[in-house]
């Protein structure tokens, strides 16, 4: 690792104008100036930054550390329900936030299940929405690739068991946030404040980028913009939510496959509202629209639950070794449809 | 020589303890003590005593080699090969020596006998290395050496290496050269063909084609087993310091005596000369057992610098370049009567160490079970990979896999109980009787026929043995040095690589002295001491408790000797316990342990004792190494449950039933079983060194993507011991860490088996390959 200079913000507004780069077009860069790098970058929890400076991907002249700033801490609640979650706001606060757990349970689960208690501890929501997948051709300086700006994606012909199933053709990432899955599904907006001082609000849905509008960022971040905060609108009373997740540890991993479902269902029981969305399939996370509009004004049993797994797996285009996430999702989807149906609120509160 | 010694006839305990003891008389030499009693008869032996050292490594106290600083210290850093294979056209140093504060830069590749131009065969490969005067100064400097890389073509796959076409990572005899994966079966005159070498037959017997004739049932099947790497908490790391009179070194190693030799024959220094300490180690599994490539540059760094040299592996270098479990692709045919009598077993593997040799399967299909014809073909196959070496259990833990699947297929077919088909083949009686415990403490009666549970979630059982042999160090001593003060001094340069010796050391003189654990000062992982054994090969505590014992008991004598001076009596009548000395017929005669040394003439006397042969003898050696026995076990029994729809198998429990002679501290064996289980079930569901085919790099060179079980994935684990007396030595205890990792990934195969009626016959078993197995997911297999 290089050395590098230390800053510490006193404003989100300070940090704005002091970063020069997105960490995705300073890992664009450095295939050219591998060690003199010009960029002033910002850091929260530092949980991927320190990864990315470890293993040569990006060299900043300076960190920007934002993670003191007061004003990007904390959930609070607007009179209408809505949510207002800073962007320092830690994976474990999330988690353990009674109320989280009540109105958002799917979010307060994924984020109680990805990665481990001690970077639970450390990872701020901002710096987890933002942090690089996990490729890892990617993660490794020896692979020039698409996404860092080289002229070859070494996932397609070579290892891509943990490579996405949608929306894959050109790079095949998927994207690595955990929460981020939750939150698409609550239909989620992120705050963004620019360097020229202004304030934008995004749906998390247009943040994203895929592939295919462009290989290099997985999202509309400008350089120099902080998120300060994620936005969830209020959710119906009869909305139920869920998050399911597969992966081959139980911590300190990334998923396999995973799935949010947020319902909204009448006395009837019948399903006036769904939304699904996919993790660990996509470069972004996937929405899995076919089975949303299955389960519209159903009522929800195996059968629907089991079309429903069938649905989500519309337009799947798996790779030579990844194919075996269709079942998982088709499974993870079935079970987290039902489970949302028939359990409260909050099945998995600790 | 030792046949001329004098010799007396003594009746040792023999058996299992929990069955009832017999005896057996041996012949022992005169100098040595008389037989140590059963454990329940014992105050230390045998008891659970705290580790010597635990206080030192819970507060961080404890030195490892990464924590030793000396004055003027210099920090390597090794340029590494890019490419998988390469000839190495132009390297061009001078750029970086000339750098301010780099003292030392030399060239580590060796050019090959015919002065061609040197050839790279592994990305990671160290090519050049170098000493600075901080860590980052010397990552600068290597980015100044210019070197000019002609690509050759390399293949990293144990198929593509067996392909007619493919890249022959050896042209001419110069595999010779290659490190030996220290397997085994390694034997070096065996034929080469393109990349594949062997086949080793060692244990081969009968005709396979009348065994196969005689069979009435036959199963057959192919296994695939990963490359795993040792993944040590502390990464390879020395600290070298090359002065006048000779050489300085603390190394994280697994031997320092061993390590000494090397490098005196290496640098052609007299052993007396060189000096290699280990403190506290933080684990080898057998990647620390050499002095090794890097080991080496950081002594030719130092002696070139005129400096101490450190040189620390990073992670990624750990993970590339420091060894790792060979590959392995069985092929397993085994042939049986209706009664289960074997009538044959066929083995072919094709297995690859990297650019080693020495990638066997072990002696489990020649060993384990009776059978009169068997035939065992081991190939080594070359890739452009980086080395392997000995990984615990080596071969055996690859081989269990392939043959207690077989067995247990075999005993499906023939309608029999695994257990019950057992009973049949295998001739230990300690295997019988650990296979018997197990089932009780598992609950056996509770199996269910493959697939029974209803319901995505299948829960089942399995079962599978090991083999391993009782190890020996003949050159392995200790001394025993008692103060006029009263205080007692053990000292070895056998080192505690975490096994815990240190702890058992001072169990073994305390026992013999009639003092505590406490009072004995334990002094080891130094060769400045009488050497000691390696900590592999599971042979530590056979080797060096002996040598301990009888040097506590010379001590003894010598102590008794000066106190039965005074009193006037025979010092035959005198005995110790709880720190008093007194005489047996009449105790309140009595003197404490410092009135006692206070006696001595002078103010030091000591005993040295050396390994002597097992009493009943040696079934085989070979140099300083000597088997006792080969068939040291332990049978393991899991559960499981498999989630049919996501493939995820979570390991419940585990009842590991094990045997290592005498135990002498139960507390650490179970928990030397109990990290021998955890890395079977990572090496069962995780841990996989992905190699990318197209550019030859790994690609999860970190402990993320390099999936080792953590806290949540772990089992429930009980470990039963046996306390099994053969009357073999002054100590009569055997080893435990490679028998306690071997059996683990099959029992954990045969349970899925049990659990979902499909075997899974590749490792790891990922979700992946389960929901392939099950025919879950369209499109060829994984
Ligand atoms: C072993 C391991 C397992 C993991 N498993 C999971 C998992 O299962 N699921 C999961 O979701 N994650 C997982 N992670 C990733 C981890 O959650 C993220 O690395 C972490 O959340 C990043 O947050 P941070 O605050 O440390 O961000 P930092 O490392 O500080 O920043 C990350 C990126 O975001 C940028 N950034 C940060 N904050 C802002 C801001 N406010 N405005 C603009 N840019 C910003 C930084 O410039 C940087 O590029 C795992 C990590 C590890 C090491
Ligand atoms: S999948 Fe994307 S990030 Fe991975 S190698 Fe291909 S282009 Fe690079």
Redesign the pocket.
Known sequence: MEAFQWQQARSPAEAAALVTQ??AEAMLTLHDTPIAQQAI????????????MKEGLVNPLRLVD??RLAE?QGISRGSDGSLRIG??TT?AQIAADTGLRQSHAALAQAAA????PQ?RN???L???L???PRCWYLRSAAHHCLRKGGGHCFAFAGDNRYHAVFANHGCAIVH?????TALLAFHAQVELLHPQGQRRQVPLEDFFVLPEADMHRENI?AAG????AVWLPPQIQTNRSIYFQV?EREA????LAAVAVVMDLDAAGLCQEASIVLGAAAPAPWRARQAEALLRGAAIHGETAEAAGEAALAGATPLAQNAYKLPLLAALVRRAVLAAAALPQDPRAP | MEDELPRRREKFPFGLAHLGLDEVEREIPADEPPPLAPNAELTQIGKDIRRWDARNKVTGAALYTVDVHLPGMLHAAVLRSPLPHARIRSLDLSPAAALPGVHAVLTVVEPPADGASMVLRYVGQPVAALAADTPALAEAALRLIRVEYEPLPFVVDLDGARRADAPIVYPDSEWQKSPSAGLPAAASDLPITGNIRGPESKGSRGDIGAGFAAAEIVVDGTYDTQVQTHCCLEPHAIVAAWHEDGLDVWMSTQFTAGVRAQLARHFQLPLSRVRVRAEAVGGGFGSKSQIGVYGRTAVALSRLAKAPVRLVHRRDEEQMDSGNRSSSEQHLRIGARRDGTLTAISLHSYGSAGIAFGAGVGNMVTALYRCPHVESRQYDVFTHAGPACAMRGPGNTQGAFALEQGIDELAEKLAMDPLALRDVIDPSPVRREERRMGAESIGWTRCQPPGADQGPVKRGMGMAQSLWSANVQTNAACELRLWRDGRVEVLSSVQDIGTGVGTVLAQVVAEELGLQPEDIQVRIGDTEFPSGPPSYGSRTTASITPPARTAAWQIKEALFRSVASAWQVDPQRLTVQDGWIHLRDAPQQRISWQEATATLRTDRISAVAGRSDDYAGFRSRSGDAAMALNDLGGVQFAEVAVDTETGVIRVERVVAVQDCGRPINPLQIESQVQGGVLMGVSYALLEERILDIHTGWMLNPNL?DYKLTGAWDTPQIEVILLENYQGFSATDAYGIAEPANIATAAAIANAVYNAIGVRMRSLPMTPAKVLHALGAVSGGPH
């Open positions: 997105t960490t970058l910002v850091k929260a929890g530092g949980v991927d930054m320190l990864d990315l934002v993670s990007l962007a320092l994976l299940m990805a990665a481990s970077i450390r990872a701020t901002g710096g987890n933002l942090q690089r690595p946030s955990t929460p981020a971040l913009e902080i998120l300060t992966a300190f991993d990334w998923p | 993320v």
